[in-house]
């Protein structure tokens, strides 16, 4: 596993690993003895890049990432997120978001013990808080930065103003958004900014949230529980549509004996060398598939090729429903 560096200087390996599926948003909670294993496992293959959120749950999925990797303290980078409006006392989820500094700083303390950690690698701000004014969010995490809870500003989903004003206080060191092959929106403005401010990316859903792997199709039977029952993209006649999309990774899959999964990551890792992208699984079969994605090479020509098919695809459904979709900073 090579590394690559996030902002000024936060060097973590080339593919991470993105823990919220363990525990939410995918169906039930995975076992606790399985989804340790699997942190564990992707740790000692030599993932040193994990992610979670205080929301995961919420704190559950802190409190798993901070028991399966308390054994690698020290030779690991963990990132979380605030800024949802949880009771840090309960863990009640009240609904929408909330950066108020005071806020903030209850919540990151129970994130400190969930971790296990003297301080957190990266604290990323999770959705931009229209009523608390990124000045004072940057403010107060350079104040927690001083008192040494934290190391590392990020921030998620924000757009291009609120990236600048966040940086223009406190060096913003990655900022985590959706991206794929079937989500390149970030390509108009927000990673044009980023490389020109220096501060590094880190894709979610790489994997187009499961639909690049080439599993599903519109037969496909999602778990009750399962947040993409209400992502219009997921809907049984949108997957028909897009299969399109599976087609072409599945054809560069075959040329490269790899997989659609790996292709799919391959293609995020050869965008730009400041982009590392975090895929979650509950499986130690498919994190050995997405591991072997640092080991496809797609040449110039090949990238190429992929990137005037995929101008040729139409993508049917929006990303999200009508209320996540509100929360994101554009």
Do not use: C, Q
């Given at each position: 596993m090579r590394t690559r560096t996030l902002g000024s200087g936060l060097a973590i390996s080339e593919l991470g690993y993105g823990a919220m599926g363990l525990s939410f948003s995918y169906g039930p909670p995975t076992d606790r003895t399985q989804a340790i294993a699997v942190i564990r496992a992707a740790a000692e293959r030599g993932v040193t890049f994990f992610d979670t959120a205080q929301v995961y749950g919420p704190f559950h999925n802190e409190e798993l990432v901070g028991e399966a990797l308390a054994p690698f303290?020290?030779?690991?980078?963990?990132?979380?997120?605030?800024?949802?409006?949880i009771d840090p006392?309960?863990?009640?989820?009240?609904?929408?978001?909330?950066?108020?500094?005071?806020?903030?700083?209850?919540?990151?303390?129970?994130?400190?013990?969930?971790?296990?950690?003297e301080a957190i690698d990266l604290y990323y701000q999770h959705r931009v808080d229209p009523g608390v004014?990124?000045?004072?969010?940057?403010?107060?995490?350079?104040?927690?930065?001083?008192?040494?809870?934290?190391?590392?500003?990020?921030?998620?989903?924000?757009?291009?103003?609120?990236?600048?004003?966040?940086h223009a206080v406190l060096p913003v060191t990655a900022l985590q958004?959706?991206?794929?092959?079937?989500?390149?929106?970030?390509?108009?403005?927000?990673?044009?900014?980023?490389?020109?401010l220096g501060i590094g990316?880190?894709?979610?859903?790489?994997?187009?949230?499961?639909f690049l792997t080439g599993t599903f199709d519109e037969k496909t039977q999602l778990d009750a529980n399962d947040f993409r029952n209400t992502v219009p993209r997921f809907s049984p006649e949108n997957r028909g549509a897009n299969q399109a999309i599976v087609e072409l990774v599945r054809r560069v899959a075959a040329e490269k004996h790899a997989t659609p999964a790996q292709v799919?990551?391959?293609?995020?890792?050869?965008?730009?060398?400041?982009?590392?992208?975090?895929?979650g699984t509950t499986k130690l079969n498919r994190l050995e598939e997405n591991l072997g994605s640092v080991q496809v090479a797609l040449t110039v020509q090949e990238l190429r090729a992929m990137d005037e098919a995929t101008e040729q695809i139409a993508i049917h459904g929006a990303r999200y429903n009508a209320a996540s979709q509100a929360t994101i900073d554009r």
């Open positions: 303290r020290g030779r690991v980078v963990i990132a979380t997120k605030f800024g949802w409006n006392d309960t863990g009640e989820h009240r609904g929408g978001v909330n950066s108020r500094p005071e806020l903030i700083r209850r919540l990151t303390e129970g994130s400190l013990k969930r971790l296990r950690v004014p990124m000045e004072d969010v940057a403010g107060t995490v350079k104040e927690l930065i001083a008192e040494g809870k934290v190391k590392r500003f990020g921030l998620s989903e924000a757009g291009v103003g609120n990236i600048r004003r966040a958004s959706e991206y794929s092959l079937w989500w390149r929106e970030p390509e108009r403005e927000i990673l044009p900014t980023l490389e020109e990316f880190v894709p979610f859903s790489p994997l187009g949230k499961g799919a990551l391959a293609w995020i890792l050869a965008r730009k060398p400041w982009m590392v992208p975090i895929p």
